[in-house]
Each structure stands twice: as C-alpha cells, then as structure tokens.
C-alpha cells in the first residue's frame, strides 16, 4: 500500500523556468511532509518541509504548498537551474512516530540549460 | 544542519559473507536511528527503527535475523546483512532524528552500496 504517491517519474524544465514536483498522500495522519533531494550513491538531503497547520512554506527558490483537502502537496522551485538535476523525494511522518518517514517514489528532475 | 556519517559507501563482498554498516550522528545524540533500503528507480523503504538500548523494530517482511541491528550507544547504530545473497544487493542509507529538537526532521548518512557476487 503506498501511502505517498509521486505519479510522475520524471519531469524535464527548461533552466529559468519553474518546475513543479508533486505528491499525493493517502494517510490523513501525516501531519509533516517533507522533500529531498538525492544524488546517485548518495542519501537524501532535505530541502524544505512543511507542517499540517500551514499551507505554504517559502525557502529561496523552493515553496512547498500543502492542500490538505486533497491530501496533495508540491515543490515549486523557481528559476530552474542546471544544478537542481537530481531525484526529488516527497516524505510524510506522523508526528507520534518521529522520524519515521514514509517515502515516495521519486520524480527525477532534469533541468537543461 | 545536523550530521551524519554512513561507513562504507561501497562495499563489494561474497555470497555467504556477512557485512556491518556502521552509522553514526557526529554533532548530536541520537536515541533513535532509521534503516532504509533502495531498490534502483524504487522508493526509499523504511527497514527497521533502531532504538539506543533496546531492541529494534522491523518492519514488516524485513528479516529480523537477516539484517542486525546494534544501537550500543547514542551516537552509533550498525546494520549486519548476514549470509549476504546477491538478491541483497542494495543501497541502504540510514538516518538519525536530533534529540532535543521539536520536529520531525531527519539526517541522512551518505549511503552503502553492498553488492554480494
């Protein structure tokens, strides 16, 4: 049963334009969401999180928007760069289990120059 | 941020040999540590939650006996793949929560590429 969904694979932007990632979510426990990004032969590295009670969190190009309605959130990252070629990861914990996070599957941006 | 150290980040060893993952939080205590395995294109799948002290928790479908797990101290849990079939092979990371912090953050190690031959 996969309780966290990142239904598409890949996704390709052009550098300077906006790349929208997103997620989708089954358990109405989760209450933090959170995304990485990963390297190959690498861990995860957090990039931004986001708490139930909000909606919206802004850190520099990444805002992650959460509408819990629809149990659906997203990564925007604006402007595109190069650099942010990686696989992106959504993640959910309920905040009685700690830090124990349920992923998904992971949506490889490539971003060209 | 918060760091965590993963040794080895590769390691290649023969069918039936048994390897140790060692995992440590180097700046912070850490009571509980996560085990994660990634299969290549799949998700990262939480293996077990290691717990200072006390015994594991494994996930369902994850052999207890297969995959150890030693939380002797707050800053150190190791991950033996015991009797290593090649169907183990895998990227296994793990990852720490901070002790005195209020949220749900999690570090990251870097990763062990095990390839059993």
């Known amino acids: 049963d996969q309780q966290v969904k990142q239904n598409s694979p890949s996704l390709s932007v052009q550098e300077g334009r906006i790349s929208i990632l997103n997620c989708d979510y089954t358990n109405s426990m989760f209450d933090y969401f959170l995304w990485y990004k990963k390297y190959p032969a690498e861990g995860p590295t957090f990039l931004i999180s986001?708490?139930?009670?909000?909606d919206k969190n802004e850190d520099g190009r990444f805002t992650v928007f959460l509408n819990k309605s629809a149990k659906h959130l997203s990564l925007h990252i604006v402007p595109s760069q190069p650099g942010d070629s990686a696989v992106y990861f959504c993640a959910a914990s309920k905040e009685t289990s700690g830090s124990r996070l349920t992923f998904g599957e992971g949506t490889q941006l490539t971003v060209n120059p | 941020g918060a760091v965590v150290s993963q040794h080895p980040s590769r390691v290649i060893c023969k069918s039936g040999t048994s390897v140790k993952i060692e995992c440590r939080s180097l700046d912070f205590q850490a009571t509980t540590m996560f085990w994660y395995r990634q299969f290549p294109k799949k998700s990262l799948m939480l293996m077990a939650t290691s717990n200072e002290g006390s015994k594991a928790t494994y996930e369902q479908g994850v052999e207890k006996d297969k995959f150890l797990i030693n939380h002797a101290s707050l800053t150190l849990s190791t991950l033996t793949v015991t009797s290593a079939h090649p169907e183990d092979s895998s990227f296994y990371i793990c990852?720490?929560?901070?002790?005195?912090?209020?949220?749900?953050?999690?570090?990251f190690g870097q990763g062990t590429r095990l390839t059993v031959v």
């Open positions: 986001i708490s139930s009670i909000k």
């Open positions: 990852s720490a929560r901070v002790t005195n912090r209020g949220d749900t953050e999690a570090f």
